[in-house]
Antibody
């Protein structure tokens, strides 16, 4: 069955960096676009970034553009989110999600991980 | 960016009721609209994609409709498992954006 397991969250001071990982299993990793979506405490959902099935295209929310980098490792079946210059407003649970369709992205998230909490505080 | 506005922000209804949640887009998004259900402490679950297509495994009491700027999610007969928060999400353009959510509570 499809599994997405995030890791790497924690408490980090403002201005520092953190890298999140999402280990994928149960599907053909190189055929699906993948996404990061976050949720601040007691708030709604915010899409953060996406990467195409072949890694050739990357997309970001304006709030993280230039600070966050999405990438994927096909040998490890793992999705990453490198987060630099972190701000208090980046505090959230970060979910990785798999696209609904293979190859071309449907921009619909059919499988989700359990999330990892990132807290940016001094 | 396309703004997504959901209404109501919360509602209270008894088991067995029919409820409708509305989602409005700040500009036309054709049928590029998804609906998700989220329970406390859990990841969201995809219910409806492309405005009206039921995701595999989702009960038929859930349905979606609309196009352009106005969309609805209907639950034909509320069950205890349906009490949760519901979000719409547009994918007409990047950045993808979600509505603010509708919390459905037991009356």
């Amino acid at each position: 069955q499809v599994q997405l397991v995030e890791s790497g969250g924690g408490v980090v001071p403002p201005g520092r960096s953190l890298r999140l990982s999402c280990a994928a299993s149960g599907f053909t990793f190189n055929t699906y676009a993948l996404h990061w979506v976050r949720q601040a405490p007691d708030k709604g959902l915010e899409w953060v970034a996406a990467i195409s099935y072949d890694g050739s295209s990357k997309y970001y929310a304006d709030s993280v553009k230039g600070r966050f980098t999405i990438s994927r490792d096909y040998s490890m079946n793992t999705l990453y989110l490198q987060m630099d210059s972190l701000r208090a407003e980046d505090t959230a649970v970060y979910f990785c999600a798999r696209d609904r369709l293979t190859s071309l992205a449907s921009w619909s998230f059919s499988y989700w991980g359990q999330g990892t909490l990132v807290t940016v505080a001094s | 960016d396309i703004q997504m506005t959901q209404s109501p922000s919360s509602l209270s209804a008894p088991v067995g009721d029919r409820i409708t949640i509305t989602c409005r887009a700040s500009q036309s998004i054709s049928s590029y609209l998804n609906w998700y259900q989220q329970k406390p402490g859990k990841a969201p679950k995809l219910l409806i994609y492309a405005a009206s297509s039921l995701q595999s495994g989702v009960p038929s009491r859930f349905s979606g409709s609309g196009s352009g700027t106005g969309f609805t999610l209907t639950i034909s007969s509320l069950e205890p498992d349906d009490f949760a928060t519901y979000y719409c999400q547009q994918y007409n353009s990047i950045p993808l954006t979600f509505g603010g959510g509708t919390k459905v509570e037991i009356k």
